[in-house]
């Protein structure tokens, strides 16, 4: 039995950008969209292996770990685009969003701290 996880989207506490809707976030990671509503461009990130990753596909975009994969292959083979940024565990996600106001990124919500800032809660 996996453990579950809580997870929330979230970006660097000093971002300019404030809640995102599931449809928003799902457009970004798929690459249909690669600007914040206020116009930043948005770096997606994603913690590699951990529980938080699958309920983030899962629950926020609605895709299998092989099904997201899959849509950043064809977005890397015909240039339109590329996946998420791959981070080790939340610290490596803290300390990118602390350099760089544009890194949005999940984690379990037990690593929230003032580092960062929730702009969805699936």
């Keep these: 039995v996996q453990a579950q996880a809580d997870v929330v989207v979230v970006v660097g506490a000093r971002s300019a950008v404030g809640n995102l809707t599931k ?22 990130t994603m913690i ?4 938080s990753k ?3 596909l899962l629950k926020v975009l609605g895709k299998t770990d092989s099904q997201a994969r899959s849509v950043w292959a064809r ?4 240039g339109a685009g590329s996946g998420p940024r791959e981070l080790s565990d939340a610290n490596e996600f803290k300390k990118l969003a602390a350099s760089n106001p544009n890194v949005i ?18």
């Design 23 to 44: 449809t928003q976030i799902s457009d970004l990671y798929m690459g249909r969209s690669k600007d914040f509503p206020n116009g930043d461009v948005a770096l997606t």
């Design 48 to 51: 590699s292996n951990s529980p």
């Design 54 to 56: 699958d309920e983030f």
């Design 75 to 78: 977005l890397t083979f015909t």
């Design 105 to 122: 990124g999940f984690i379990d919500k037990s690593a929230l701290d003032a580092q960062v800032k929730v702009v969805f809660d699936p």
